[in-house]
């Protein structure tokens, strides 16, 4: 995936030490195809190789639940809307090749599926596809399952860690 512009700006004064920086995820719910079911939306990440859900970075001036939803179309071109903030919660730092170091402030969406047929969208994946809520891919990391987990809870409030 790309560095924002304005992060890079940030790397060449500050260099490669953690930032902490605003992101987005989406958990997006379809019940339409097949019936009782629940499915769920997962990209192929580029990078590592395994099945994650959409995400990205909250651009400077932009609402973190738009930045979800752009994350989504971009990466999947998939359309839905946001119900819920799901969890909200630091991640643990994310080193890159290169050496620099981000932690996240993350924020995950639960989203219902508008429109679209799901397909890659961009460069940061090899494959998207749906899943069933209840059969997901192995190697589905679990910061990953705790996001689902957290979205797919009947609840209004969000999830925050003390």
Do not use: K
Request: overall charge negative; charged content about 30%; glycine content about 6%.
């Amino acid at each position: 995936m790309p560095t924002p512009d304005y992060i890079a700006r940030i790397r060449r004064v500050y260099g490669q030490g953690r930032l902490l920086l605003p992101g987005v995820s989406a958990v997006v719910l379809r019940r339409d195809l097949e019936a009782g079911q629940v499915h769920l939306l997962l990209t192929r990440r580029s990078d590592t190789g395994r099945w994650s859900l959409p995400a990205g970075i909250v651009e400077p001036f932009e609402q973190p639940a738009a930045a979800a939803l752009r994350e989504l179309l971009e990466e999947t071109r998939i359309t839905a809307e946001a119900e819920r903030l799901a969890l909200l919660t630091t991640d643990p730092d994310v080193v890159y090749p290169n050496g620099d170091c981000c932690q996240f402030v993350s924020m995950c969406f639960r989203c219902r599926y508008v429109s679209g047929e799901a397909q890659v969208g961009d460069e940061e994946s090899t494959e998207v596809a749906w899943f069933r809520a209840d059969d997901l891919p192995d190697d589905v990391s679990d910061i990953q399952r705790r996001r689902i987990h957290c979205a797919l809870q009947d609840r209004e409030d969000c999830v925050f860690d003390v």
